[in-house]
């Protein structure tokens, strides 16, 4: 299970899970912007140097797939 804090990012969110986990961020073509190894139940990912746009956020966990739309907007 994954919670997204602060979806309308202003150049960062808190990503909250039960599970640790591989988090992946897309584009919308499909190209893997970040990916990050996740070893808490809390992460907080920097979004700056990142376009404004749409994205869309993975999470694999415990032979799960989580998905998600975020806008960040700085």
């Not at 990050?36 to 990142?50: R, V």
Request: hydrophobic residues 45%; aromatic residues 10%.
């Amino acid at each position: 299970m994954m919670n997204l804090i602060n979806l309308n990012s202003k150049g960062s969110f808190t990503f909250e899970t039960t599970s640790f986990g591989i988090l992946e961020l897309y584009d919308l073509k499909g190209v893997l912007i970040l990916k990050k190894d996740i070893q808490s139940t809390n992460a907080f990912i920097e979004t700056q140097g990142l376009a404004n746009g749409m994205y869309v956020l993975q999470f694999n966990a415990d032979n799960q797939i989580f998905r998600n739309k975020i806008i960040i907007e700085h």
